[in-house]
């Protein structure tokens, strides 16, 4: 069992950049799939991006490649999302998820672990 609590979320103008952090506690000596995930109202859950918490390449959705970037604290068992140059359409409801393993897909169905998610809003 994996609990995740999201912070850093917030309203910025377009343009600006934001740093999300996941924190985790539980079964941390796990190797798992860590996920962001955003969910605008009146829009399906999708994947932003993935990392394996035991290395690798780490996966970007194509809206967010070259302006996000995921990557890992082992040491505090955190995963955090650096957003750059964000664009109103980036705003939404965004989650932290996990699963046991590899990363095999973005697909927000596949993660059991989820947290309660934070609030990112981009201003025009």
């Known amino acids: 069992q994996v609990q995740l609590v999201e912070s850093g979320g917030g309203s910025v103008q377009a343009g600006g950049s934001l740093r999300l952090s996941c924190a985790a506690s539980?079964?941390?000596?796990?190797?798992?799939?860590m996920g962001w995930f955003r969910q605008a109202p009146g829009k399906e859950r999708e994947g932003v991006a993935t990392i394996y918490t035991g290395g690798g390449r780490a996966y970007y959705a194509d809206s967010v490649k070259g302006r996000f970037t995921i990557f890992q604290d082992t040491a505090k068992n955190t995963v955090y999302l650096q957003m750059n140059s964000l664009q109103p359409e980036d705003t939404a409801r965004y989650y932290c998820?996990?699963?046991?393993?590899?990363?095999?897909?973005?697909?927000?169905?596949?993660?059991?672990?989820w947290g309660q998610g934070t609030q990112v809003s981009v201003s025009s």
């Open positions: 998820a996990a699963v046991s393993g590899n990363c095999y897909t973005p697909h927000p169905g596949a993660y059991k672990f």
């Open positions: 539980g079964n941390t000596y796990s190797s798992y799939c």
